[in-house]
């Protein structure tokens, strides 16, 4: 491409991202909600308590079939459960390194109260899996992820 022409492109690739930006910087932000606010248990500042829980691979790793089979369905099955009570905010597989498995993110305040949780989840019952607890203050809009991923997945 001739110079010439790359110059004309970048210069209206920089007016068209200077306009978005524009109009980026004109549009309001939402309003405050207190009542949504409330309903997410947020804190003035958007924020609430959570506990972050790093699922590892436990002592008894479960060999391939029915039971493994079983074992991991219910663990879904709690998943669904905890998130659909409000007490599980997030969840998800990690890409296993290090012994690295999953997360739960438990909309509780504190460690004592997810640990009474986890131990509810059959990799943890049958030693599959381990579980490390943290504290996290985070945004209470985590809070919508179970109704919204309701809405984006397929049934």
């Not at 207190?34 to 959570?50: K, N, Q, T, V």
């Not at 039971?67 to 296993?96: C, I, S, V, W």
Request: charged share 20%.
């Amino acid at each position: 491409m001739p110079f010439a022409a790359l110059k004309g492109t970048a210069a209206c690739l920089l007016v068209a991202l200077t306009g978005a930006t524009a109009i980026a910087q004109t549009t309001p932000p939402p309003a405050y909600d207190p009542a949504l606010a409330a309903s997410l248990g947020a804190d003035e500042r958007g924020m609430r308590s959570y506990v972050f829980v790093v699922l590892k691979t436990g002592p008894n790793k479960m060999p391939a079939g029915p039971e493994r089979d079983e074992m991991f369905k219910g663990h879904f099955a709690n998943m669904t459960r905890l998130a659909t009570q409000g007490k599980l905010a997030a969840a998800g597989p990690f890409d296993g390194k290090e012994g690295w498995r999953g997360m739960f993110i438990y909309a509780v305040k504190t460690i004592e109260e997810a640990k009474q949780l986890t131990a509810t989840d059959p990799v943890i019952i049958n030693g599959e899996m381990v579980a490390e607890y943290h504290a996290l203050y985070a945004s209470a809009a985590l809070m919508q992820v179970t109704d919204t991923h309701l809405r984006i997945s397929k049934p």
